[in-house]
């Protein structure tokens, strides 16, 4: 299993700035790379039975180099369900989480 990386972006209030920052890195990277579908960043507002939510970031394993640069954690493949695309290609989906659908 590869690992991937996560990142909170704070709760759903103040996660805009630093979601911006982060889509505005990896569209730079993604574009010099040659635009692959392995290369991913997600977003997710989780909750965890508190009150508020935290939008948390999940990069791919071949993203690996953008975590780095945002301090991202290493942690699991985060569940498909919820995951919005930050950056990345459309058909990611099918590469990064294979049979779930």
């Known amino acids: 299993m590869e690992t991937w990386y996560s990142i909170s972006l704070g709760d759903g209030m103040t ?11 990896f569209t730079a990277l993604f574009t010099a790379a040659g ?3 392995g290369i991913a960043v997600f977003t997710r ?7 508020h939510c935290e939008v948390i970031a999940y990069f791919s394993p071949a993203a690996r180099a953008m975590a780095q640069v945002f301090d991202a954690e290493p942690c699991q493949r ?3 369900t919820g ?3 930050l950056g990345g290609d459309p058909d990611c989906w099918q590469v990064l989480f294979p049979g779930s659908g």
């Open 45 to 51: 507002p989780e909750s965890d039975g508190r009150l």
């Open 83 to 85: 995951l919005g695309l």
């Open 15 to 25: 996660s805009g700035t630093p979601s911006a920052e982060i889509e505005e890195a």
């Open 35 to 37: 635009r692959p579908q």
């Open 78 to 80: 985060p569940v498909r």
